[in-house]
Protein backbone atom coordinates (compact mmCIF):
# COMPACT_ATOMS: atom_id res chain seq x y z
CA UNK A 1 0.00 0.00 0.00
CA UNK A 2 2.81 2.67 0.64
CA UNK A 3 4.29 1.59 -2.74
CA UNK A 4 1.22 2.80 -4.16
CA UNK A 5 1.14 5.94 -2.52
CA UNK A 6 4.52 6.86 -3.51
CA UNK A 7 4.19 6.17 -6.64
CA UNK A 8 3.92 9.59 -7.79
CA UNK A 9 7.61 9.56 -7.43
CA UNK A 10 8.21 7.22 -10.33
CA UNK A 11 9.49 7.89 -13.97
CA UNK A 12 7.48 6.99 -16.94
CA UNK A 13 9.68 3.98 -17.63
CA UNK A 14 9.20 2.42 -14.35
CA UNK A 15 5.57 3.46 -14.68
CA UNK A 16 5.17 1.34 -17.21
CA UNK A 17 7.54 -1.90 -15.94
CA UNK A 18 4.98 -1.53 -13.18
CA UNK A 19 1.87 -2.07 -15.41
CA UNK A 20 3.22 -4.82 -17.05
CA UNK A 21 4.46 -6.61 -14.22
CA UNK A 22 1.40 -6.38 -12.39
CA UNK A 23 2.88 -4.48 -9.57
CA UNK A 24 1.00 -1.40 -10.11
CA UNK A 25 -1.97 -0.51 -11.70
CA UNK A 26 -2.49 2.75 -13.60
CA UNK A 27 -5.98 3.35 -11.28
CA UNK A 28 -2.81 3.11 -8.29
CA UNK A 29 -1.02 5.50 -9.85
CA UNK A 30 -3.88 8.02 -10.85
CA UNK A 31 -4.81 7.95 -7.01
CA UNK A 32 -1.29 8.80 -5.88
CA UNK A 33 -1.07 11.35 -8.52
CA UNK A 34 -4.45 13.66 -7.07
CA UNK A 35 -3.57 12.87 -3.44
CA UNK A 36 0.21 14.42 -4.40
CA UNK A 37 -1.44 17.16 -6.13
CA UNK A 38 -4.05 18.14 -3.06
CA UNK A 39 -0.42 18.19 -1.03
CA UNK A 40 1.29 20.23 -3.11
CA UNK A 41 -0.74 22.26 -5.65
CA UNK A 42 -1.91 25.04 -2.89
CA UNK A 43 1.69 25.61 -2.04
CA UNK A 44 3.06 25.95 -6.21
CA UNK A 45 -0.22 26.81 -8.03
CA UNK A 46 0.93 24.58 -11.08
CA UNK A 47 -2.02 23.27 -12.12
CA UNK A 48 -5.60 25.51 -12.83
CA UNK A 49 -7.56 23.10 -14.38
CA UNK A 50 -8.37 19.65 -13.18
CA UNK A 51 -10.45 16.65 -14.88
CA UNK A 52 -10.45 14.03 -11.41
CA UNK A 53 -13.73 12.27 -12.78
CA UNK A 54 -12.78 11.54 -16.42
CA UNK A 55 -8.75 11.11 -15.30
CA UNK A 56 -9.99 8.28 -12.92
CA UNK A 57 -12.31 6.54 -15.33
CA UNK A 58 -9.29 6.67 -18.07
CA UNK A 59 -7.12 5.21 -15.52
CA UNK A 60 -9.56 2.21 -15.13
CA UNK A 61 -9.58 1.82 -19.23
CA UNK A 62 -5.83 1.57 -18.97
CA UNK A 63 -5.83 -0.85 -15.66
CA UNK A 64 -8.28 -3.40 -17.86
CA UNK A 65 -6.02 -3.07 -21.06
CA UNK A 66 -2.71 -4.01 -18.70
CA UNK A 67 -4.92 -7.04 -17.42
CA UNK A 68 -6.01 -7.63 -21.06
CA UNK A 69 -2.19 -7.23 -22.42
CA UNK A 70 -2.69 -4.95 -24.98
CA UNK A 71 -1.69 -1.34 -23.44
CA UNK A 72 -1.49 1.19 -26.16
CA UNK A 73 1.95 2.55 -26.05
CA UNK A 74 4.50 2.85 -23.30
CA UNK A 75 2.77 6.09 -22.03
CA UNK A 76 -0.65 4.20 -21.66
CA UNK A 77 -1.43 4.58 -18.43
CA UNK A 78 1.24 7.19 -17.32
CA UNK A 79 -0.42 10.83 -15.90
CA UNK A 80 0.46 13.63 -17.63
CA UNK A 81 -0.19 17.56 -17.60
CA UNK A 82 -1.27 19.89 -20.65
CA UNK A 83 0.13 23.19 -20.66
CA UNK A 84 -2.45 25.85 -20.46
CA UNK A 85 -2.09 27.31 -24.04
CA UNK A 86 -2.86 23.97 -25.68
CA UNK A 87 -6.30 22.80 -27.12
CA UNK A 88 -8.16 20.19 -25.45
CA UNK A 89 -11.37 19.56 -26.62
CA UNK A 90 -12.93 18.98 -22.08
CA UNK A 91 -11.15 21.81 -20.41
CA UNK A 92 -10.95 25.57 -21.51
CA UNK A 93 -7.54 26.96 -23.09
CA UNK A 94 -7.32 30.21 -21.38
CA UNK A 95 -4.33 31.25 -22.47
CA UNK A 96 -3.30 32.97 -18.68
CA UNK A 97 -6.28 35.81 -20.24
CA UNK A 98 -9.09 37.55 -18.67
CA UNK A 99 -9.87 38.03 -22.32
CA UNK A 100 -9.90 33.95 -23.40
CA UNK A 101 -11.70 32.48 -19.71
CA UNK A 102 -14.49 31.21 -21.79
CA UNK A 103 -12.80 30.03 -24.30
CA UNK A 104 -13.58 26.26 -25.00
CA UNK A 105 -12.09 24.36 -27.83
CA UNK A 106 -14.28 21.94 -30.16
CA UNK A 107 -11.33 19.45 -30.06
CA UNK A 108 -7.58 18.23 -29.31
CA UNK A 109 -4.61 20.02 -30.85
CA UNK A 110 -2.99 17.02 -32.70
CA UNK A 111 0.03 16.74 -29.95
CA UNK A 112 -2.75 16.13 -27.35
CA UNK A 113 -4.71 13.89 -29.18
CA UNK A 114 -1.62 11.97 -29.86
CA UNK A 115 -0.87 11.65 -26.03
CA UNK A 116 -4.77 10.78 -25.98
CA UNK A 117 -4.72 7.85 -27.97
CA UNK A 118 -1.43 6.84 -26.70
CA UNK A 119 -3.23 6.29 -23.45
CA UNK A 120 -1.32 8.93 -21.33
CA UNK A 121 -4.18 9.94 -18.67
CA UNK A 122 -4.42 13.58 -18.58
CA UNK A 123 -4.44 14.78 -14.99
CA UNK A 124 -5.33 19.02 -15.83
CA UNK A 125 -3.98 21.98 -17.42
CA UNK A 126 -0.92 23.84 -15.90
CA UNK A 127 -0.78 27.58 -15.23
CA UNK A 128 1.26 30.18 -17.78
CA UNK A 129 1.85 34.17 -18.06
CA UNK A 130 -1.05 35.62 -20.24
CA UNK A 131 -0.35 34.74 -23.91
CA UNK A 132 2.96 32.92 -23.20
CA UNK A 133 5.14 36.12 -23.68
CA UNK A 134 7.05 36.11 -19.99
CA UNK A 135 9.98 33.82 -18.44
CA UNK A 136 8.44 34.17 -15.46
CA UNK A 137 4.65 32.41 -14.79
CA UNK A 138 1.75 34.89 -13.19
CA UNK A 139 -1.57 36.27 -14.59
CA UNK A 140 -4.68 37.81 -13.22
CA UNK A 141 -6.86 34.94 -13.71
CA UNK A 142 -4.72 32.72 -11.73
CA UNK A 143 -2.44 33.94 -9.97
CA UNK A 144 1.23 32.92 -9.26
CA UNK A 145 3.16 29.99 -9.89
CA UNK A 146 6.43 29.31 -7.32
CA UNK A 147 9.17 27.28 -7.61
CA UNK A 148 8.91 23.67 -6.07
CA UNK A 149 12.60 24.26 -4.88
CA UNK A 150 11.89 27.68 -2.82
CA UNK A 151 8.53 29.09 -2.91
CA UNK A 152 9.73 32.68 -2.68
CA UNK A 153 11.28 32.02 -6.04
CA UNK A 154 9.81 31.25 -10.04
CA UNK A 155 10.21 28.34 -11.62
CA UNK A 156 10.25 30.37 -14.83
CA UNK A 157 8.30 30.48 -18.14
CA UNK A 158 6.23 30.51 -19.68
CA UNK A 159 5.96 26.67 -18.77
CA UNK A 160 6.11 27.34 -14.99
CA UNK A 161 3.17 25.48 -14.17
CA UNK A 162 4.32 22.39 -16.20
CA UNK A 163 7.84 22.54 -14.45
CA UNK A 164 6.72 23.18 -11.29
CA UNK A 165 4.45 19.90 -11.30
CA UNK A 166 6.56 17.73 -12.50
CA UNK A 167 9.06 18.62 -10.29
CA UNK A 168 6.92 18.50 -6.99
CA UNK A 169 5.83 15.04 -8.59
CA UNK A 170 2.37 15.62 -9.29
CA UNK A 171 3.14 13.97 -12.99
CA UNK A 172 6.27 12.52 -14.26
CA UNK A 173 5.57 14.22 -17.92
CA UNK A 174 3.94 17.51 -18.61
CA UNK A 175 3.42 18.80 -22.68
CA UNK A 176 4.34 22.14 -22.93
CA UNK A 177 5.49 25.01 -25.41
CA UNK A 178 8.55 26.30 -26.13
CA UNK A 179 8.49 29.85 -28.20
CA UNK A 180 12.15 31.51 -27.14
CA UNK A 181 13.00 29.05 -23.98
CA UNK A 182 9.68 28.09 -22.37
CA UNK A 183 10.38 24.67 -22.24
CA UNK A 184 14.49 24.86 -21.58
CA UNK A 185 15.01 27.69 -19.08
CA UNK A 186 11.99 26.47 -16.68
CA UNK A 187 13.54 23.19 -17.04
CA UNK A 188 16.75 24.27 -15.54
CA UNK A 189 14.98 26.05 -13.14
CA UNK A 190 13.43 23.26 -11.44
CA UNK A 191 15.79 20.22 -12.27
CA UNK A 192 13.66 18.60 -15.66
CA UNK A 193 14.83 17.77 -18.94
CA UNK A 194 13.56 19.51 -21.26
CA UNK A 195 13.27 19.17 -25.30
CA UNK A 196 12.85 21.76 -27.62
CA UNK A 197 12.23 19.95 -30.96
CA UNK A 198 13.44 21.11 -33.98
CA UNK A 199 10.76 23.32 -36.11
CA UNK A 200 8.17 20.62 -37.72
CA UNK A 201 9.43 17.07 -35.68
CA UNK A 202 6.05 17.56 -33.54
CA UNK A 203 3.54 18.20 -36.02
CA UNK A 204 1.15 20.98 -35.00
CA UNK A 205 -3.05 21.45 -35.87
CA UNK A 206 -5.75 22.55 -34.38
CA UNK A 207 -4.23 24.79 -31.76
CA UNK A 208 -4.40 28.58 -30.55
CA UNK A 209 -3.05 31.57 -33.35
CA UNK A 210 0.86 32.29 -33.76
CA UNK A 211 2.25 34.98 -32.18
CA UNK A 212 5.75 33.74 -32.72
CA UNK A 213 5.78 33.30 -36.21
CA UNK A 214 7.03 29.18 -36.39
CA UNK A 215 9.52 29.61 -33.45
CA UNK A 216 7.10 28.18 -30.95
CA UNK A 217 7.31 24.40 -30.64
CA UNK A 218 5.74 21.99 -28.30
CA UNK A 219 7.84 19.71 -26.52
CA UNK A 220 8.25 17.61 -23.72
CA UNK A 221 9.27 17.73 -19.85
CA UNK A 222 10.41 15.07 -17.82
CA UNK A 223 12.83 13.97 -15.00
CA UNK A 224 14.70 11.52 -16.84
CA UNK A 225 15.92 11.93 -20.59
CA UNK A 226 14.38 8.57 -20.94
CA UNK A 227 10.73 9.83 -20.18
CA UNK A 228 11.41 13.10 -22.49
CA UNK A 229 12.49 10.61 -25.61
CA UNK A 230 9.63 8.06 -25.24
CA UNK A 231 7.28 11.06 -25.16
CA UNK A 232 8.59 12.79 -27.93
CA UNK A 233 8.50 9.23 -29.95
CA UNK A 234 4.58 9.71 -29.13
CA UNK A 235 4.31 13.47 -30.38
CA UNK A 236 6.73 13.10 -33.41
CA UNK A 237 5.88 12.47 -37.32
CA UNK A 238 4.25 14.45 -40.10
CA UNK A 239 0.76 15.77 -40.59
CA UNK A 240 -0.54 16.53 -43.71
CA UNK A 241 -1.65 19.92 -42.63
CA UNK A 242 1.64 20.80 -41.38
CA UNK A 243 4.07 21.21 -44.12
CA UNK A 244 6.74 21.49 -41.89
CA UNK A 245 6.56 18.12 -40.03
CA UNK A 246 7.62 16.42 -43.67
CA UNK A 247 10.82 18.51 -43.71
CA UNK A 248 11.78 17.45 -40.24
CA UNK A 249 10.58 13.62 -40.18
CA UNK A 250 13.20 14.08 -43.78
CA UNK A 251 16.25 15.61 -42.06
CA UNK A 252 16.11 12.29 -39.14
CA UNK A 253 18.94 10.50 -40.01
CA UNK A 254 21.08 7.64 -38.04
CA UNK A 255 22.69 9.27 -34.87
CA UNK A 256 26.47 10.59 -35.26
CA UNK A 257 28.80 8.10 -33.27
CA UNK A 258 31.29 9.39 -30.63
CA UNK A 259 33.62 10.84 -31.09
CA UNK A 260 31.60 13.91 -31.45
CA UNK A 261 33.29 18.01 -31.80
CA UNK A 262 31.56 20.34 -29.15
CA UNK A 263 31.85 23.55 -28.65
CA UNK A 264 30.80 25.38 -25.48
CA UNK A 265 29.96 29.01 -25.42
CA UNK A 266 30.04 30.39 -22.17
CA UNK A 267 28.57 33.36 -22.92
CA UNK A 268 27.08 35.13 -25.81
CA UNK A 269 28.35 39.05 -26.77
CA UNK A 270 30.06 39.48 -23.29
CA UNK A 271 26.56 39.15 -21.66
CA UNK A 272 26.53 38.55 -17.71
CA UNK A 273 25.78 35.03 -16.51
CA UNK A 274 25.58 34.09 -13.03
CA UNK A 275 28.83 32.86 -11.09
CA UNK A 276 27.42 29.66 -10.32
CA UNK A 277 25.81 28.88 -13.19
CA UNK A 278 29.17 29.79 -15.22
CA UNK A 279 31.21 27.36 -12.48
CA UNK A 280 28.33 24.28 -12.86
CA UNK A 281 27.90 24.84 -16.78
CA UNK A 282 31.69 24.48 -17.39
CA UNK A 283 32.18 21.59 -15.08
CA UNK A 284 29.35 19.98 -16.89
CA UNK A 285 30.74 20.42 -20.23
CA UNK A 286 33.90 18.83 -19.64
CA UNK A 287 31.49 15.78 -18.75
CA UNK A 288 31.24 14.82 -22.13
CA UNK A 289 35.13 14.79 -22.47
CA UNK A 290 34.96 11.73 -20.52
CA UNK A 291 32.35 10.15 -22.76
CA UNK A 292 34.73 10.20 -25.40
CA UNK A 293 34.06 13.69 -27.30
CA UNK A 294 36.03 16.60 -28.18
CA UNK A 295 34.74 19.45 -26.41
CA UNK A 296 36.54 23.07 -27.32
CA UNK A 297 35.39 26.33 -25.59
CA UNK A 298 35.13 29.63 -27.44
CA UNK A 299 32.58 32.24 -29.00
CA UNK A 300 29.18 31.79 -30.58
CA UNK A 301 30.30 31.24 -34.18
CA UNK A 302 27.32 33.10 -35.55
CA UNK A 303 25.71 36.98 -35.32
CA UNK A 304 22.80 37.25 -33.58
CA UNK A 305 22.88 41.24 -32.71
CA UNK A 306 19.87 41.36 -34.87
CA UNK A 307 18.09 39.56 -32.46
CA UNK A 308 17.47 42.44 -30.09
CA UNK A 309 15.53 44.32 -32.15
CA UNK A 310 13.68 41.17 -34.04
CA UNK A 311 12.81 39.79 -30.94
CA UNK A 312 10.04 41.99 -29.66
CA UNK A 313 9.08 43.05 -32.66
CA UNK A 314 7.71 39.26 -34.05
CA UNK A 315 5.91 39.56 -30.58
CA UNK A 316 4.52 42.77 -30.87
CA UNK A 317 3.02 42.11 -34.46
CA UNK A 318 1.68 38.79 -33.85
CA UNK A 319 -0.32 40.26 -30.96
CA UNK A 320 -1.14 43.09 -33.27
CA UNK A 321 -2.49 40.27 -35.71
CA UNK A 322 -4.09 38.20 -32.50
CA UNK A 323 -6.38 41.35 -31.46
CA UNK A 324 -6.95 42.13 -35.10
CA UNK A 325 -8.69 38.31 -36.26
CA UNK A 326 -9.82 38.15 -33.12
CA UNK A 327 -11.39 41.37 -31.66
CA UNK A 328 -13.14 39.43 -28.87
CA UNK A 329 -9.77 38.72 -27.26
CA UNK A 330 -8.28 42.12 -26.64
CA UNK A 331 -11.27 43.07 -24.16
CA UNK A 332 -10.05 41.59 -20.91
CA UNK A 333 -6.15 41.85 -22.03
CA UNK A 334 -4.13 43.45 -19.67
CA UNK A 335 -2.67 47.19 -20.66
CA UNK A 336 0.57 45.70 -21.38
CA UNK A 337 -0.24 44.22 -24.09
CA UNK A 338 -2.62 46.29 -25.49
CA UNK A 339 0.44 48.59 -25.32
CA UNK A 340 2.60 46.23 -27.40
CA UNK A 341 -0.09 44.96 -30.29
CA UNK A 342 -0.58 48.82 -30.34
CA UNK A 343 3.04 49.39 -31.22
CA UNK A 344 3.19 46.25 -33.12
CA UNK A 345 0.76 47.42 -35.23
CA UNK A 346 2.62 50.31 -36.52
CA UNK A 347 5.23 48.37 -37.58
CA UNK A 348 5.88 48.48 -41.26
CA UNK A 349 5.74 45.77 -43.19
CA UNK A 350 8.76 46.13 -44.24
CA UNK A 351 10.02 45.95 -41.33
CA UNK A 352 8.72 42.58 -41.05
CA UNK A 353 9.99 41.41 -44.00
CA UNK A 354 13.34 42.26 -42.99
CA UNK A 355 13.00 40.73 -39.65
CA UNK A 356 11.92 37.26 -42.35
CA UNK A 357 15.41 37.85 -44.16
CA UNK A 358 17.41 37.86 -41.06
CA UNK A 359 15.97 34.56 -39.82
CA UNK A 360 16.54 32.99 -43.21
CA UNK A 361 20.23 33.79 -43.04
CA UNK A 362 20.12 32.72 -39.74
CA UNK A 363 18.90 29.61 -40.87
CA UNK A 364 21.20 28.97 -43.32
CA UNK A 365 24.65 29.83 -41.47
CA UNK A 366 23.46 27.73 -38.79
CA UNK A 367 24.17 24.64 -41.64
CA UNK A 368 27.64 25.80 -42.01
CA UNK A 369 28.11 25.80 -38.40
CA UNK A 370 26.97 22.35 -38.28
CA UNK A 371 29.13 21.20 -40.70
CA UNK A 372 32.52 22.17 -38.02
CA UNK A 373 30.42 21.17 -34.75
CA UNK A 374 27.92 18.43 -34.25
CA UNK A 375 26.51 20.26 -31.11
CA UNK A 376 26.92 23.65 -29.49
CA UNK A 377 26.93 23.31 -25.29
CA UNK A 378 25.87 26.57 -23.36
CA UNK A 379 23.76 27.74 -19.99
CA UNK A 380 19.98 26.91 -20.39
CA UNK A 381 19.72 30.44 -18.25
CA UNK A 382 21.69 33.05 -17.77
CA UNK A 383 20.72 33.64 -14.23
CA UNK A 384 18.97 31.77 -11.18
CA UNK A 385 15.29 31.94 -10.62
CA UNK A 386 14.32 35.25 -9.02
CA UNK A 387 11.26 36.29 -6.98
CA UNK A 388 8.19 34.92 -8.16
CA UNK A 389 6.08 38.00 -8.83
CA UNK A 390 8.69 39.65 -11.03
CA UNK A 391 8.85 39.44 -14.47
CA UNK A 392 12.88 39.10 -14.62
CA UNK A 393 16.09 39.64 -12.36
CA UNK A 394 16.98 43.53 -13.30
CA UNK A 395 20.74 42.40 -12.42
CA UNK A 396 22.54 39.43 -13.26
CA UNK A 397 26.17 39.35 -12.16
CA UNK A 398 26.01 42.40 -10.90
CA UNK A 399 24.67 44.06 -14.35
CA UNK A 400 21.99 45.69 -14.94
CA UNK A 401 19.95 43.35 -17.62
CA UNK A 402 16.75 43.95 -19.60
CA UNK A 403 14.06 41.76 -19.96
CA UNK A 404 15.30 39.05 -22.03
CA UNK A 405 18.76 39.15 -19.84
CA UNK A 406 18.29 35.67 -18.63
CA UNK A 407 17.05 34.30 -21.90
CA UNK A 408 19.76 34.38 -23.94
CA UNK A 409 20.93 31.22 -24.81
CA UNK A 410 17.64 29.79 -26.03
CA UNK A 411 15.65 32.40 -28.85
CA UNK A 412 17.97 32.34 -30.99
CA UNK A 413 17.71 28.19 -31.16
CA UNK A 414 13.92 29.06 -31.46
CA UNK A 415 14.25 31.28 -34.60
CA UNK A 416 17.20 29.16 -35.72
CA UNK A 417 14.77 26.16 -36.00
CA UNK A 418 17.21 23.75 -33.88
CA UNK A 419 16.41 21.42 -31.80
CA UNK A 420 17.51 21.98 -27.82
CA UNK A 421 17.84 19.57 -24.73
CA UNK A 422 17.61 21.04 -21.56
CA UNK A 423 19.64 18.81 -18.78
CA UNK A 424 20.25 19.18 -15.02
CA UNK A 425 24.07 19.96 -14.66
CA UNK A 426 24.25 20.98 -11.16
CA UNK A 427 22.96 23.03 -8.03
CA UNK A 428 23.80 26.45 -6.32
CA UNK A 429 25.15 27.34 -3.32
CA UNK A 430 21.43 27.91 -2.04
CA UNK A 431 20.04 24.62 -3.64
CA UNK A 432 18.66 25.63 -6.72
CA UNK A 433 19.05 23.53 -9.58
CA UNK A 434 20.85 24.76 -12.68
CA UNK A 435 20.54 23.48 -16.50
CA UNK A 436 23.01 23.10 -19.50
CA UNK A 437 21.83 23.06 -22.86
CA UNK A 438 23.10 21.12 -25.73
CA UNK A 439 22.34 22.53 -29.16
CA UNK A 440 22.06 20.57 -32.64
CA UNK A 441 22.00 20.82 -36.10
CA UNK A 442 17.88 20.59 -37.50
CA UNK A 443 16.49 17.28 -37.67
CA UNK A 444 19.08 16.33 -34.95
CA UNK A 445 17.04 15.81 -31.66
CA UNK A 446 17.87 12.06 -31.57
CA UNK A 447 21.58 12.80 -31.15
CA UNK A 448 21.10 15.27 -28.49
CA UNK A 449 19.00 12.84 -26.59
CA UNK A 450 21.35 9.67 -27.07
CA UNK A 451 24.17 12.80 -25.75
CA UNK A 452 21.77 13.21 -22.95
CA UNK A 453 21.18 10.36 -21.70
CA UNK A 454 24.90 9.08 -21.70
CA UNK A 455 25.37 12.82 -19.70
CA UNK A 456 22.74 11.53 -17.25
CA UNK A 457 24.11 8.37 -16.73
CA UNK A 458 27.52 9.68 -15.05
CA UNK A 459 25.40 13.07 -13.69
CA UNK A 460 22.00 11.83 -12.35
CA UNK A 461 19.74 13.84 -11.17
CA UNK A 462 16.08 12.19 -10.95
CA UNK A 463 15.80 10.82 -7.45
CA UNK A 464 16.72 14.39 -6.08
CA UNK A 465 13.46 16.00 -4.77
CA UNK A 466 12.24 19.36 -3.14
CA UNK A 467 11.48 19.58 0.59
CA UNK A 468 7.76 20.23 -0.13
Given at each position: MEEQKQSWRLSASKLWQSFSSGTLTPRAVAE????????????????IARRDESFLNEADAATERYRAGKPLSLLDGVPVSIKDNLATADQPATWGSPALRAYRPAHDELPAARLRAAGALIIGKTNLPEFALEGYTDNRLFGVTRNPWDLALTPGGSSGGAVAGVAAGVTPLALATDGGGSIRRPASHCGLVGLKPSIGAVARAGGLPSLLLDFEV?????????????MFDILRGPQATDWRSFAASGARGAPTQPPLRMLYIPTIAGAPVDPEIADSCASAAKVFETLGHTVDEGEMPLSLDFMTETWPLV???GLARLFEGHSEWRDGAAPKYLDMAETGAKHAASRLWRALEDIERLRSECAAVFGTYHVLVTPAAAALPWPAHEAYPPTIAGQAV??????????????????????????????LPIGIQLIGAYGADDLLLNLGEAYEAIAPWANRWPEL
Open positions: ACLARLDAVNPRINAVVGPLARTVADARTGQIGPRGHAIFTGWVNAAGLPGLAVPAGVSSTG
